[in-house]
Structure formats: structure tokens, C-alpha cells
């Protein structure tokens, strides 16, 4: 299955009052790195809204967190599709700094078409499928330009 890594710097806002990363961030990140990985594999969500009315939205998420992140770190999320259904896609999400993992967790998301005020999951078409599915040995990596700001 298709894999990405995407990394991203820990900013003041994203900690608590004692200086740790404040954990519904982890969830933040794991949609960043969820909408990065669809771009990375030629499914850009913004698109598949405006030209097919497909939303991916977010059915169930978990995390499991294990060691603490605080601000300035430089985080590097790592997505892979886990499950495609003939609906749904389940990304797993592992987050490390360094080679130290801090947390890992899935996103389970629904391929639903968008039409007016009306929304219903509908099969994810085979070349969408394909895409999700291919085992590949390239892993996409993408570096944020802001980690040398």
C-alpha cells in the first residue's frame, strides 16, 4: 500500500501551559498529513471536491501517545494506507521525532459524493483504488519549507 512522510515544526501555540504539545494536535497533524498524502498520490482533495463532488470526511480516529513533543521540534508524520474498502480508506499515521516515535494512530475516512445539501458514501472508483492500493517501494517524501524558517 502507498506510504508519505510529511514533516512539519512544532509551534508555540500547539503546547499547553507546561510547555508540552496539547494532544488534539496530534489530530491536527494527522489530517494535515492525510490531505499531504492524498495530494502526494495524485488525489488532491480540493479537486475531488470541485470536479467529481467527493468529500473525504473523517469517520472514526484514534492516537495513541507515548512520548511527550514540545515546541520547536521538528515532527515527522508517517501516513500509510492500511484498508480500502469498497467506501472507506484507513490511513495508519505514526508520529516521530527523530527516530523516536511519539505517538501513532488511523484516521478511517469515507469516499462520499456531495450533491447540494445532500451526502451519501459511494464506492471508491477502480483508478482511485488503484492509486491507494499500488505497492510501491517509493515512499513520498515531502519537506515543508517552513523547517528553515
Not at 510547555?19 to 489530517?31: L, T
Not at 480516529?61 to 515546541?71: G, N
Request: a negative charge; proline letters at 5%.
Amino acid at each position: 500500500m502507498r506510504r508519505n512522510r510529511f514533516q512539519i515544526r512544532v509551534n508555540f501555540g500547539d503546547t499547553d501551559k507546561a510547555g508540552i504539545v496539547y494532544y488534539p494536535n496530534y489530530f491536527k497533524w494527522f489530517d494535515i498529513a492525510g490531505h499531504q498524502f492524498f495530494r502526494s498520490i495524485g488525489l488532491p482533495p480540493a479537486e475531488l471536491g470541485e470536479k467529481h463532488g467527493i468529500i473525504l470526511p473523517l469517520l472514526d480516529v484514534r492516537c495513541t501517545f507515548e512520548k511527550p513533543l514540545y515546541y520547536d521540534d521538528i515532527i515527522t508524520i508517517a501516513t500509510e494506507v492500511t484498508e480500502v474498502n469498497r467506501r472507506t480508506v484507513k490511513l495508519n499515521h505514526e508520529v516521530f521525532r527523530g527516530e523516536a516515535r511519539t505517538g501513532h494512530g488511523y484516521e478511517l475516512r469515507g469516499w462520499v459524493k456531495q450533491e447540494g445539501d445532500r451526502i451519501f458514501a459511494v464506492p471508491i472508483p477502480d483508478e482511485a483504488r488503484a492509486l491507494l492500493e499500488e505497492d510501491t517501494a517509493v515512499e513520498t517524501v515531502q519537506i515543508n519549507p517552513w523547517l528553515n524558517a
